[in-house]
């Protein structure tokens, strides 16, 4: 009966390391699922970054026709360059800002 004994020893030891190598391999395979994951949430997120990019530049291009559509005055644009001591450009984007209203823009400017 001894040698009966040892074997079901051996089998209970081979029992243990079995127990022991799966709890191993879970832990590898949780691992890399938990990274799968986390790799699917970083392209939810690159994807939700580059729609609200996109979102922006719609938004400025539509800013930008609709600023090229007000009327101004070119008179006013080389006054307040000249006043203010600004470049052309600024006077004339900060008279289209506020629609073409010299004293509303020359304001804005001296704040």
Do not use: F
């Amino acid at each position: 009966m001894e040698g009966g004994d040892d074997s079901a020893l051996e089998r209970l030891v081979d029992s243990k390391d079995m127990q022991q190598q799966s709890k191993a391999l879970d832990k590898l395979t949780d691992r890399v699922e938990d990274r799968q994951l986390d790799s699917t949430r970083v392209q939810e997120a690159m994807a939700s970054i580059a729609s609200t990019a996109e979102a922006d530049r719609n938004a400025m291009r539509l800013r930008e026709k609709e600023l090229a559509s007000v009327k101004i005055n070119a008179e006013d644009v080389d006054i307040i360059a000249n006043e203010l001591e600004l470049d052309k450009k600024v006077a004339e984007r900060t008279l289209r800002e506020h629609k073409g209203d010299a004293v509303a823009a020359i304001r804005s400017l001296l704040r």
